[in-house]
């Protein structure tokens, strides 16, 4: 039986307007969204015995809301299995993000880093660029057992 294909989204998701996520789903990029408030949060939730869905986890995401963020990466690519996931990291205007955090987040190993669309209807082409770029090579395959709560459905 084939698993489903799931994107990981990491940070307070109030900031990522939720037309991003929910296109990851619409536009075919995977097929669920699974919602943590931070990497430990997601990495503790592999120890904690409750009711999980194994999903192969395709691209992780990631908010970046100031330069305490800058350090996400490494916790993510500490875990052996996340290492080796495509990482991007989206952060907003008022992030304040400089030329040398973004040389950072590079230097640490995220595979892009997207500034957020101002306008509603750019969000659109930006999951459509993704799922383009994304779907064009083979992901390496990830495959974890994730909280059914974290689970986004889209209605």
Avoid at 5 to 29: D, K
Wanted: aromatic share 8%.
């Amino acid at each position: 039986m084939a698993l489903h294909s799931a994107a990981v989204v990491i940070g307070n998701h109030a900031h990522l307007p939720r037309e991003i996520w929910s296109s990851f789903v619409q536009s075919g990029l995977v097929e669920n969204v699974v919602i943590f408030s931070s990497v430990h949060h997601l990495v503790d939730s592999f120890a904690v015995n409750m009711p999980s869905r194994e999903l192969d986890v395709k691209l992780l995401f990631f908010l970046i809301d100031g330069p305490d963020d800058l350090t996400i990466p490494l916790d993510l690519k500490a875990h052996a299995q996340l290492a080796r996931v495509p990482l991007i990291g989206f952060y907003g205007e008022k992030t304040g993000l400089t030329d040398t955090d973004i040389q950072t987040l590079y230097d640490r190993r995220v595979s892009s880093v997207i500034r957020l669309p101002l306008r509603f209807q750019d969000v659109g082409n930006l999951v459509l660029q993704l799922d383009r770029y994304w779907a064009m090579g083979k992901l390496p395959e990830c495959i974890l057992p994730l909280p059914l709560e974290n689970i986004y459905q889209p209605h």
